[in-house]
């Protein structure tokens, strides 16, 4: 089995697990080069059968479940095609819509679904069956998914990865994107396994300056705890400036 990590795209058939507390999946995904459904493993917010993923990682044995793709990047987008737009309508993910509604939207609007759920709501109504109330319901779902997709895009530009990306994202909810571009460095305060250094290179990519008084703040922040750490409670200079020097300037 390769080492290398491998890139891999397809259409998600199976969701066989998903929590929505730590965002683990595990993905049955028909993906492109490979004739059986392969089994993608790694952590996503929300996932439903019919959407498109692309993720990367490595491939291992598991010795109950078999060959799985262990991913550290993993990306879903809406579905391109009416089969999987049915599908991913119907699975549960947009609450008042079932597989029954996915149906009936689909043959009413065919690709343009999402376009008229996102820009013309009100043409919902024009389906039999679904009223003002079933409406505000979609409306609301549909919001609140794309909030997360937003999210998770802006935190992977700026080179996070899935893991944090959603540990941010529950803390933060969709202030997240407004919280990180404000003070990149609060999330060394505020999420598990995110330091000063990682908090560093996200500010970098924000584009705030190195002389930043954001940055000399943490930086500060980042020493003193590190020598807390290290067993050290009392005021030495020497120490300070040794653990500064640490910080790339």
């Excluded at 820009?119 to 679904?130: A, D, N, T, Y």
């Amino acid at each position: 089995m390769s080492q290398h990590a491998e890139h891999i795209s397809g259409l998600v058939e199976r969701v066989t697990f998903h929590s929505t507390e730590s965002g683990f999946a595990v993905l049955r995904v028909k993906a492109r080069g490979h004739r059986e459904l392969v089994t993608v493993v790694g952590t996503v917010p929300s996932v439903a059968v019919g959407e498109w993923i692309e993720a990367t990682g490595m491939w291992r044995i598991d010795s109950q479940y078999g060959q799985q793709l262990r991913a550290n990047v993993l990306r879903t987008t809406p579905p391109a095609t009416p089969e999987g737009i049915a599908k991913y309508l119907g699975s549960g993910l947009i609450k008042g819509i079932g597989p029954h509604f996915a149906d009936k939207l689909v043959q009413a609007f065919g690709m343009e679904v999402f376009e008229v759920i996102e820009q013309s709501p009100e043409r919902m109504l024009e389906v039999e069956g679904i009223g003002a109330r079933r409406q505000q319901r979609i409306l609301a779902a549909w919001h609140e998914q794309k909030a997360v997709r937003e999210v998770m895009v802006f935190l992977h530009s700026h080179g996070v990865g899935t893991s944090r990306a959603f540990r941010i994202y529950k803390v933060y909810g969709d202030d997240a994107i407004q919280k990180v571009q404000e003070d990149p460095y609060r999330l060394a305060r505020d999420i598990w396994g995110v330091g000063f250094k990682t908090a560093d290179q996200i500010a970098a990519s924000l584009g705030i300056d190195k002389q930043s008084d954001l940055r000399a703040r943490a930086g500060v922040e980042y020493v003193l705890q590190t020598l807390t750490e290290e067993g050290h409670c009392a005021y030495a200079p020497h120490l300070l400036v040794k653990k500064a020097t640490e910080i790339p300037v």
